[in-house]
Nanobody, 115 residues
Framework: QVHVVESGGGLVQPGGSLRLSCAAS????????IGWYRQAPGKQRELVAF???????NYADSVKGRFTISRDNAKSTVYLQMNTLKPEDTAVYYC?????????WGQGTQVTVSS
């Protein structure tokens, strides 16, 4: 069974930075495409950043130039570096590992951007 755990969330002031981590166990990490999603109160979950098994990346327009997704297959971990944070980035952030046949979600980590 694949186990996914996000960490690194917290309270940060506008303009600040956070780095989220998503660690997985129980499978071959390198085969997965991985997405970071977020869900703010009263809103639908949205894709923030995505990295393929080959390392190609894509970002939502709202975070381009501010967020960077990366992966370390040796550590079975994917990261989301978030810079120049805005109040509208406040949400629970989730990590999703997927292939064409399966998907695995973590429980999420809260990010709050507020002064």
């Amino acid at each position: 069974q694949v186990h996914v755990v996000e960490s690194g969330g917290g309270l940060v002031q506008p303009g600040g930075s956070l780095r989220l981590s998503c660690a997985a166990s129980g499978s071959i990490f390198s085969i997965y495409a991985i997405g970071w999603y977020r869900q703010a109160p009263g809103k639908q979950r949205e894709l923030v950043a995505f990295i393929t098994s080959g390392g190609s990346t894509n970002y939502a327009d709202s975070v381009k130039g501010r967020f960077t997704i990366s992966r370390d297959n040796a550590k079975s971990t994917v990261y989301l570096q978030m810079n120049t944070l805005k109040p509208e980035d406040t949400a629970v952030y989730y990590c999703r590992l997927a292939t064409s046949n399966e998907e695995h979600w973590g429980q999420g980590t809260q990010v709050t951007v507020s002064s």
